[in-house]
């Protein structure tokens, strides 16, 4: 398993290397099952598909992405640099 500091340098550097797209896609393993994760980069949203309802919004992953999303947006994210929070939906 990995530490909630390796995954938010994964993902900053992975949003860094992709910051030419308008949105990217990845999978993510938490709570014994897939999610899928949809940041549409020029918006600042964040989709987080998850079947499973009872762990809904109670993501320990969303700490990580809302901090790779910030050094992502203060590091290389030149496309928008608005201070307009990350949403996740």
Known sequence: MHSSVEMERYLTAALKKQQDKRYVIGAFYESSHWMLVVFYL????AYIFD???ATKKKWEIKSCLSLAWKRYSFRAGTRNMSKKKTSFK
């Open 42 to 45: 020029r918006d600042n949203i």
């Open 51 to 53: 079947s499973d309802q």
